[in-house]
């Protein structure tokens, strides 16, 4: 495989990272989380860069950095921000540079499940009481999966570990 460019996709606590450092691991290449790489080029955290510079700075640079990471690497694994396929002409760009996007698909209530013990690490719910979370996350999938959906590959969680996640992706790579 002299070119291997995944991408994976979906909401917070999908497990994007999680799985995408497995599937990095057993195909030997690059694993890449495009929010730490963000921090690492700003030299800021995200919740820093919101705090201070916006979001709309972090949405342009979000961009510029999902480029360069196209531009500048051909062997990767790439875990996006739950919002970046959203924003722009993400979702294209990343359509034009891989067939092997993938959205990882968790239902509301397995989603509600995982996030309601992160929720003082996520800025985004960490605000909401324990019972507005299941309406919250409903909402907001509702508004993304437009962009999820464009995702080359769907792969549905139904509650499965993220090595058999993994598996599945592997298996359905092009």
Known sequence: MEELKIVLLGYMGSGKTTIGRIIANQLNVKF??????????????????????GEVYFRKKEHQYLKEIFLNHNKFVLSLGGGTPCFGTNMELINQNTANSVYINVGIKELSERLLFEKSHRPMIAH???????????????????????????????HRTANELAEVIINSLV
């Open 32 to 53: 890449l989380d495009l929010d730490e790489y963000i921090e690492q080029k700003e030299n800021l955290s995200v919740r820093a860069i919101f705090k201070e510079k």
């Open 128 to 158: 909401l009481k324990d019972d507005e979370l299941n309406e919250f996350i409903g909402k907001h999938l509702f508004e993304r999966s437009f962009f999820y959906n464009q995702a080359r590959h769907k792969v549905k969680s139904d």
